[in-house]
């Protein structure tokens, strides 16, 4: 049913590197490609990337994205403390008309 | 700099309609390059779309959400306004306005782009 699925939850040591995915059924990561969101505690969501693999200007390049099939994924270097925060992958869901978020994925740093 | 902030109640009661606006600053809300859209986070959830706007009027809203949802632009005042009716209170969230480019003429459909510049957001509690 659900159209992008995160994994709730990733812990990662500080300074290494973190891999977030997110997975669309039924080709649902089409044209429009996936955008990544990180979102700290009690603030509103920051755009990290767009159409699968686009930083806009003035995010780190620690933060990359890349799609394989109906996969995307978010890479974090270089893990800072800052870098602790919910992160989602979104779409337009041509089929339903819609865009679409994943249940996200919390980013802890150790 | 742009900056978008919403503004309306933070109380609304069942059965009534919650009503929001968003005021466009920094920039105009009639530039043909950006949509302009509604996304809601109830407590400690995820994120939901519920409805975005181009200046001509153009809408696009979330399937589950369309019976009940109208979002509208005010080019003069240079807001954006979220209408939804019947609440209550699984509609108790933050709702928060966006920016969305849209997307290049050239491409597969020219609709809204990723939400790249977001408000602070605005709490709305739906209780009696």
């Known amino acids: 049913q659900a159209g992008l699925t995160q994994p709730p939850s990733v812990s990662k040591a500080l300074r290494q590197t973190a891999t977030l995915t997110c997975t669309g059924n039924?080709?649902?990561?089409?044209?429009?490609?996936t955008a990544w969101l990180q979102q700290r505690q009690g603030h509103p969501p920051k755009l990290l990337s767009y159409?699968?693999?686009n930083r806009p200007s003035g995010i780190s390049e620690r933060f990359s994205a890349s799609r394989s099939g109906n996969t995307a994924s978010l890479t974090i270097t270089g893990l800072q403390p800052e870098d602790e925060a919910d992160y989602y992958c979104?779409?337009?869901?041509?089929?339903?008309?819609?865009?679409?978020f994943g249940g996200g994925t919390k980013l802890t740093v150790l | 700099q742009l900056q978008l902030q919403e503004s309306g109640p933070g109380r609304v009661k069942p059965s009534e309609t919650l009503s929001l606006t968003c005021t466009v600053s920094?920039?105009?809300?009639?530039?043909?390059?950006?949509?302009w859209g509604w996304v809601r986070q109830p407590p400690g959830k995820g994120l939901e779309w519920i409805g975005t706007v181009y200046y001509t009027g153009t809408t696009y809203y979330n399937p589950s959400l369309k019976s009940r949802v109208s979002v509208s632009v005010d080019t003069p005042k240079n807001q954006f306004s979220l209408n939804l009716r019947s609440v209550t209170a699984a509609d108790t969230a933050i709702y928060y306005c966006?920016?969305?480019?849209?997307?290049?003429?050239?491409?597969?459909?020219?609709?809204?782009?990723?939400?790249?510049?977001w408000g602070q957001g605005t709490v709305v509690m739906v209780s009696s």
């Open positions: 920094g920039g105009s809300i009639s530039s043909s390059t950006y949509y």
């Open positions: 979104s779409t337009w869901d041509s089929s339903l008309g819609s865009w679409v």
């Open positions: 966006a920016r969305q480019p849209r997307n290049p003429p050239d491409d597969y459909w020219s609709g809204p782009d990723a939400f790249d510049i």
């Open positions: 159409r699968n693999n």
């Open positions: 039924n080709n649902l990561i089409g044209n429009q490609g």
